[in-house]
C-alpha cells in the first residue's frame, strides 16, 4: 500500500495550522473548564445543605478534574507536535520514524504514531 507521490507529509504551514487549531481549541476548552471550577466552588457551598448535594457536587467535581487533566494532557500533545514541527519531525512515528498519512494528520493533528501502532501502544499501557 505504498502511496504513489512523494509529498507523503502535510506540509509545513498546513502542519502549523492544524496544530494551532488544537492548541486554541483545547486551551479554550481548558479555560471554560477552570471557569466553571471556580464558578463552582461547589463543596464548600453545599456542605452545609442536603448531604445529597454534597455528594452530587462531589460528582461533578470529580469529573472536572478527570477533563481538566484530560485537556492538560492533550495541551502537553500539542506541545509535543509543536516541537516536533520545529524539528522538521511532524508527521513520522515517534517509535518507529514512518510517516503517518496525512488523512490521519488531517483527522488527528497531534498524533504520534500511525494507527497500527497506536493500537499496540494502548494494549500495552496499563489502564
Partial sequence: SHRPHLEAIVN????????????TRVEGLLAEQVGEIRADGSLQRQQTGES???????????????LTADL?????????AEERIARGTYGRSIESGIS???ERLEAEPLAERTVEEQRKYERRRPN
Fill in 12 to 23: 509545513e504551514r498546513r502542519a502549523r495550522e492544524l496544530v494551532a487549531r488544537e492548541r
Fill in 100 to 102: 503517518i498519512p496525512d
Fill in 72 to 80: 492538560r494532557e492533550q495541551l502537553a500533545a500539542v506541545g509535543r
Fill in 52 to 66: 445529597e448535594d454534597a455528594a452530587n457536587a462531589l460528582d461533578s467535581e470529580s469529573v472536572s478534574v478527570a
